[in-house]
């Protein structure tokens, strides 16, 4: 008891309060996304419609040359993104090496907060704690990318499939590639989010508008954005 006393303590209750709409607002758009897709089509439930088209197309073609190279070109996005995980992890890795010179520095910056080192410190693991998370998402989506290239490349020739088969197919590979995408989303995710970590070494009040703001850019870019309403022209 006296322990969580303690933890309770260590920060003021609007800091608690901001971490709490920040994992909540995080976790609960994730969940409400992939919902809300059900009902409103979103880019991703949009853009798997349309891998599952181009898998089916694939199917038809006798030279998947132009298939391949897509897939390399996608993969490609996530390979680039966890290369600069690596590297941001690495430099908060080391700035928490030198947390007191980073604190004075920061200190000297307009309109930043002054708290503790080890508050500081806190805040620092976070943000890694995001880059990492970042990590994962974008090299497992990278796996799953390769799992789609193996498909593609296991396509027999056009004129052994059936209709039926293509279309078992395009279901088939058309859900790996939507898996990778969907994996990679939730990495750009957390990269979006971590600038509203960084707002909250100005302020506590900064750190809870920059989560409301960016959960509301991404509620506007999956939903109502013109490239949406671009990519669902033409399906049926």
């Known amino acids: 008891m006296e322990l969580l006393i303690r933890l309770f303590t260590f ?3 609007p800091d608690w309060a901001a971490m709490g709409l920040f994992f909540g607002g995080w976790i609960g758009y994730a969940r409400f996304a992939k919902q809300r897709a059900g009902v409103q089509p979103s880019i991703l439930a949009t853009t798997n ?9 694939a199917t038809r073609r ?5 298939d391949s190279a897509v897939v390399q070109n996608l993969s490609g996005s996530p390979q680039f993104f966890a290369s600069t995980s690596i590297l941001i992890i690495g430099g908060l890795l080391a700035v928490l090496g030198t947390t007191e010179k ?3 520095l920061v200190r000297d910056l307009p309109f930043a907060a002054r708290t503790t080192v080890l508050v500081f410190d806190l805040k620092l693991v976070l943000l890694t704690g995001i880059f990492v998370y970042s990590f994962f998402r974008f090299t497992w989506s990278l796996r799953q990318y390769s799992f789609g290239a193996i498909l593609v490349g296991a396509v027999p020739d056009a004129r052994e499939l059936d209709d039926a088969e293509r279309e078992a197919f395009a279901d088939r590979a058309g859900h790996v590639m939507g898996l990778a995408a969907e994996t990679f ?5 957390g990269y979006y989010l971590s600038f509203a970590v960084v707002a909250w070494f100005f302020s506590t009040w900064a750190f809870m508008i920059g989560t409301l703001l960016v959960l509301w850019v991404l509620y506007r870019r999956e939903f109502h954005s013109e490239v949406l309403v671009a990519l669902r022209q033409g399906l049926k």
């Open 11 to 13: 920060l003021p209750w």
């Open 49 to 57: 419609r349309w891998r599952r088209h181009w898998m089916l197309q």
């Open 62 to 66: 006798e030279n998947r040359i132009v």
């Open 102 to 104: 980073a604190t004075e």
């Open 185 to 189: 989303n939730d990495g750009l995710r």
